[in-house]
Each structure stands twice: as C-alpha cells, then as structure tokens.
C-alpha cells in the first residue's frame, strides 16, 4: 500500500491568503522529505526539502513543518498567488541510503484572485 | 528550466510500434530515475541507475528495456506497449554523495498515448 498520503486532494484558496498543504506518512523510519510542484504540462519542480532530525525549514514563502511524533508533514506558502497554482505532491525517503522515494497523490492548490 | 531535458515531449504510437524516449541530465548528476505518472495515482519508480549501472527494476514489465549509456544520458526503449501504459513518463536526476538527503530533479516528462 501507499505510505505517503495526503488529507485534501483539492484545497482553494483566496490570492494572498495563507496556504497549508498537508501529508501523512506511515514509515517512522524515513529520513528525507521533499515538496515537489507541478504545473499543467510540467514535470515535478522541487520546492523544499526537511531533514528527519528538524522540525521545521523556511524558505522564500514556503514552510515546511515536520512532526514525526504523527508522521506528518505540511507545507505552508504564505501570500499566496496565482502563480502558486498547481499540484503538490509530498515524498518521503524511506530506503535511507539506496533513496527510495516514495510520493503521494497530490493536491491540487487553486487560488481565486 | 530543471537542467533535465526529455524528448520527445509528446509521443503517440501503435501497439505494435517500437519507439524510444531520451533523458539527458546537464547537472553533473550520477543517478538518473525513470517514473510513470498515471491520473489519479502516485507517481511510480520505474527503473534506477547509479553511475551508469542499473540498481533498480520495480517490476517493470519487458515491454519497457531502459539503457544508460554514460551519467548524463538515460532512454527508455518501447514495444509492444499496451494502452493501459498510455502516461506521462518523468526522467529525474540526483548526485549520490553518501546521503539520503541528494533531491531529484525532473525533466518535463514524455506524454505518452498508445493507441
């Protein structure tokens, strides 16, 4: 079965509101995680990426926020844009490492100007 | 935009058709992936090479034969396929430095349809 998985597969929001994209993960032994987007036509694009040993790594607009005590994971992007309109997948190492990514579904993010 | 560049972009083929995807990675990497990407599913490893040598086959069916001639090139050749493995087909490279925390990058994928 799939041990990455995602609580919304669709989530909307207003341009310039805050955005929370969340995931689940069920393999406590995965040391690597990675937010990936992916537009339309487009191939997965590397947003962010956490350690198991942090809990919590900001980018530009981007946090992502680890919890390993419920195996789970979000992203947060502040002032959200249109452009930040796409799918997110989240995926997790879980081979240590031989690397062995294993991603989730995706949620498709829409922010309404 | 990635440095990982796939061609072609869009591909449709008969079943009874042989054609070849190409991946090229101008990153320096020394891994390269192969993934499939079908609607409404995750996405799913397909094949692995590490420095040129393939490290993983995830069951992937004969009608799929993977080549890795040096680091930075990649290819997936195709026969016989069947509709069901009409999808978006995604190279992705990484640099292997004795940690798991390396990202892939990816290409922007092959659209395949079978017909």
């Known amino acids: 079965g799939e041990s990455v998985g995602l609580h919304l597969p669709t989530l909307s929001v207003q341009e310039g509101d805050n955005s929370i994209i969340n995931c689940a993960y069920s393999n406590s032994a995965s040391d690597y995680f990675i937010w990936y987007k992916q537009e339309s036509g487009k191939g997965p694009q590397f947003i962010i990426d956490?350690?198991?040993?942090?809990d919590k790594r900001q980018g530009q607009r981007v946090t992502v926020l680890l919890n390993k005590t419920v195996k789970h994971l979000s992203l947060q992007i502040a002032a959200t844009q249109p452009g930040d309109s796409a799918v997110y997948f989240c995926a997790e190492n879980s081979g240590g490492s031989n690397y062995k990514l294993t991603f989730g579904k995706g949620t498709l993010l829409t922010v309404n100007p | 935009e990635t440095g990982v560049t796939q061609t072609p972009r869009h591909l449709v083929m008969g079943m009874t058709n042989k054609k070849s995807l190409k991946c090229e990675q101008h990153l320096g990497h020394n891994a390269m992936y192969w993934y499939k990407q079908s609607a409404k599913k995750p996405l799913e490893l397909m094949f692995v090479?590490?420095?040129?040598?393939?490290?993983e086959n995830n069951s992937v069916p004969s009608r799929f034969s993977p080549e890795c001639p040096n680091s930075s090139h990649l290819f997936l050749h195709l026969h016989t396929l069947q509709p069901e493995d009409s999808a978006l087909y995604l190279c992705?490279?990484?640099?292997?430095?004795?940690?798991?925390?390396?990202?892939?990058?990816f290409g922007p994928g092959t659209r395949l349809t079978v017909l």
């Open positions: 956490i350690r198991s040993n942090m």
């Open positions: 090479y590490n420095f040129k040598e393939q490290t």
């Open positions: 992705a490279s990484r640099t292997i430095a004795g940690r798991s925390t390396d990202t892939q990058y």
